[in-house]
């Protein structure tokens, strides 16, 4: 599965649907780190990744006081929102173990706070541009030694 690239939405509906392609592909572990500002559009992307992956995106929801919401599709998918946590605090929550998962999909939100790079990660930038229009960049998985 290749996704890297820069792609362009003009709707909510479009970048749910560039998340629920993606979501579609996945058959085993995957880490998806997002990063952009507030508003940028990265809930309705994981919502697109959770509708590809057979959950109900009506049930998805930013998970920006619970820290970490899980559903269960063809893949278990976490859903991570680091916006209340301070750079480099999230050593109790135990994402190790959950990053190590083979047959899980992770997403966060507010992934520079994470304060590390997951073997495997793959960055993916989200920029408002208009009321409409986001420029979605996905990097190549990171590889940590």
């Not at 649907?17 to 880490?31: D, N, T, V």
């Not at 500002?37 to 929801?61: C, M, N």
């Not at 278990?76 to 916006?83: C, E, G, S, V």
């Amino acid at each position: 599965m290749n996704i890297t690239g820069e792609y362009l939405t003009h709707s909510d509906e479009e970048t749910f649907a560039l998340g629920e392609k993606i979501g579609e592909q996945l058959e085993s572990r995957a880490i998806f780190l997002l990063s952009g500002d507030l508003g940028a559009g990265k809930t309705v992307f994981a919502k697109g990744v959770a509708a590809g992956l057979g959950i109900e995106p009506s049930e998805v929801t930013s998970p920006t006081f619970t820290l970490i919401n899980e559903y269960e599709g063809h893949l278990r998918f976490y859903h991570i929102d680091l916006y209340r946590l301070e750079a480099g605090a999230c050593q109790e929550l135990g994402l190790e173990e959950i990053f190590e998962e083979k047959k899980s999909v992770v997403l966060i939100e507010w992934a520079e706070r994470l304060g590390f790079m997951p073997d495997g990660a793959i960055p993916i930038h989200i920029e408002y541009l208009g009321d409409t229009e986001r420029k979605i960049r996905i990097a190549e998985a990171v590889e940590v030694e």
